[in-house]
C-alpha cells in the first residue's frame, strides 16, 4: 500500500524559507515522477513543482524539488515566503508516470498535507 507523509510545514515570516519532506512507505519514490500541490482555503488545488523520475533536482523560480533516495524522500525548498504562499502543500505520485505532470487529476496517491502559513 503507497503511504506519502508530508511534515516541515510551520508558521514563517516573509522572506524565510522552509525545506518540506514528502516520505514514502510502500512505494519507491524514485520509480516515478513526484509533484508537489498546494491548496488555499477557497482556491483550487494547484501544482507549483514536480520532479520526474531520473530527475534529482527542479528548480522553478522559488521552488525547488529534490529527491533522496537513500532515506527515500522528496523535498521542497520553498525560498523566499510570501503570504499567497499559504496553504496545505501535499505531495503526489502515481504507478506509471516517469514525466512529471501538474493535473491534480494526473496523480493517484496523495500524503495528507502539511500547513504553511505565512503572515502578511
Known amino acids: 500500500q503507497v503511504q506519502l507523509v508530508e511534515s516541515g510545514g510551520g508558521l514563517v515570516q516573509p522572506g524565510g524559507s522552509l525545506r518540506l519532506s514528502c516520505a514514502a512507505s510502500?512505494?519507491?519514490?524514485?520509480?516515478?515522477?513526484i509533484a508537489w500541490f498546494r491548496q488555499a482555503p477557497g482556491k483550487e488545488r494547484e501544482g507549483v513543482s514536480c520532479?520526474?523520475?531520473y530527475g534529482s533536482t527542479s528548480v522553478k523560480g522559488r521552488f525547488t524539488t529534490s529527491r533522496d533516495s537513500a532515506k527515500n524522500t522528496v523535498y521542497l525548498q520553498i525560498n523566499n515566503l510570501r503570504p499567497e504562499d499559504t496553504a496545505i502543500y501535499y505531495c503526489?505520485?502515481?504507478?506509471?508516470?516517469?514525466?512529471?505532470?501538474?493535473?491534480?487529476?494526473?496523480?493517484?496517491?496523495w500524503g495528507q498535507g502539511t500547513q504553511v502559513t505565512v503572515p502578511s
Open positions: 520532479i520526474p523520475r
Open positions: 510502500g512505494y519507491n519514490l524514485g520509480s516515478n515522477s
Open positions: 503526489a505520485t502515481s504507478i506509471n508516470r516517469p514525466s512529471c505532470a501538474l493535473g491534480p487529476m494526473d496523480y493517484a496517491y
